[in-house]
């Protein structure tokens, strides 16, 4: 019989130290709501396991332009944190917020970010900042401290694990754009995102002179690119918005300026894509950058 007791009370301590290490059940995770990629990455690495995140501008998506649908309504009604970005960028909120009704806690993760401006507004892009970055993240962990005491610890520890990926990623930038000439520090592109990267790191970005955003470059738009990287002496341009290959030839072979592939601004891609995470976009884009401006 003691025998049996033992071993009985064997299988109980092994099955509640299988439990413990088991993952948390979906059901006791908390539900999170990111409202794009790059935020639902950021609440992923500081959450870990003890999160259920959703994300309503997914991969790939514009939050500048998205239009929340009635299911978005319900994502936010039965979540029990909301995390935005705010300083404007997501103008679709109120009115989402309002037609769900939920009562979760919002966490502004710009939050103690002083603000560029983008035009007469406050540019909302200051994730492309790595030290604006592990900003988002402490506003993140305290937001998820608050919201679920019990895992207060673990969320903690992943968001120091983060950060110290962080501080690494700052160094490769800085590295790399230190192998970078002083002279060669600007670009052309289209993009309009990279205020913050260009404060923090000293490239400038330029905007192409006449391109509109709305129809394809016309050979007096070309014309006119190639006349202004001529006359600043820029020496690589990034122009996604322009999808005839042989324009980009053509400014390229007649300008003498590299011409870059993508760079990622607003949104995280899919798995398969060049940046699944906030890491892998920084290190795509700084890549780019460094591959069309070094030589």
């Known amino acids: 019989m003691r025998a049996v007791r033992c071993f009985r009370l064997w299988l109980i301590v092994l099955a509640l130290a299988v439990s413990a290490a088991s993952p948390v059940r979906a059901q006791d995770r908390l539900k999170v709501v990111a409202s794009f990629s790059i935020l639902g990455d950021f609440v992923k690495n500081v959450g870990g396991d003890r999160v259920d995140v959703t994300t309503l501008v997914g991969p790939d998506g514009d939050v500048h332009v998205y239009a929340p649908a009635p299911a978005d309504a319900r994502k936010i009604a039965d979540a029990k944190l909301l995390v935005i970005n705010g300083l404007g960028l997501e103008g679709w909120l109120p009115r989402l917020l309002q037609a769900a009704g939920g009562k979760a806690p919002i966490v502004t993760a710009t939050n103690g970010i002083a603000p560029l401006k983008l035009g007469s ?104 690119i190639i006349a202004q990287i001529k006359a600043a002496k820029i020496p690589a341009v990034f122009l996604e918005k322009i999808s005839d290959p042989r324009l980009m030839r053509r400014i390229s072979t007649e300008s003498g300026a590299s011409v870059g592939g993508t760079l990622y601004s607003d949104s995280l891609t899919d798995e398969k894509g060049d940046a699944p995470t906030y890491i892998d976009m920084v290190r795509h884009n700084i890549k780019a950058l460094t591959s069309a401006l070094a030589n």
Request: aromatic letters at 8%.
């Open 121 to 224: 507004d406050a540019d909302p892009h200051a994730w492309q900042s790595v030290a604006n970055a592990k900003k988002y993240v402490t506003n993140i962990r305290d937001a998820l401290v608050a919201a679920d005491p019990a895992d207060a610890e673990a969320f903690r520890k992943n968001a120091d694990a983060y950060l110290a990926k962080l501080d690494g990623l700052e160094r490769e930038v800085r590295d790399a754009i230190n192998q970078i000439p002083q002279g060669r520090h600007k670009v052309i592109s289209t993009h309009d995102a990279f205020g913050y990267f260009a404060s923090a790191y000293g490239i400038q970005f330029i905007a192409p002179l006449g391109v509109s955003t709305e129809s394809e470059a016309s050979a007096r738009d070309i014309a006119g």
